[in-house]
């Protein structure tokens, strides 16, 4: 893991930390936002110790259950007449990608829980990706997006409101490990 300060050989004046700069000041580029909604999540599930994996199938193992980040956000980087309506990916995977890899056919969704990172300012004055007041979360079930929206690709944010209430970064793990242990219990009592 780099610390920022190693240098970047053959480029003797810049280090990592001018690389992160030039790459990542932009954080309101779909690709920026949605890697610090990861961090946020990973933070408060305490999983930042390690680096990412960028190339897992999942965005997050925690408490042996796979999670999948997915982040949206009204303010895009380009000029916008009006805010960007909120979608989010929740295709069902088939084939390699699919729980059972040698079906072509079969669909599931992989995650255990979905954690949607919502940027909620719609004014272009006061957005800041920094700022976690404006930030909101909602964790739902991958067992109830299977019940309500079994063939949905993609899903909204008012629907995702009827599974799930918003909450802050901080209350994230309380969250988690609540619906972790409620689903141990329930295993235990059948």
Known sequence: MFWGHEKIKGLEMSTIKDFWQWTYSDMLINK???????????????????????????DLRYRKKKIAVRTSGYIQSWRQKKPKRISFDISPKTGLDAKKEDSMTFRNREPELYIFCVLAEKDVRKINVLDLEQWQFYIVRTTDLDIHFPKNKKIGLRPIKQLAGATNQTRLKDIIDTLIDFELTEKQVL
């Open 32 to 58: 920026n936002r949605d890697d610090f909604a990861l961090f946020l999540v990973a933070h408060a599930l305490e999983l930042t110790k390690m680096p990412r994996i960028d190339w897992g199938k999942i």
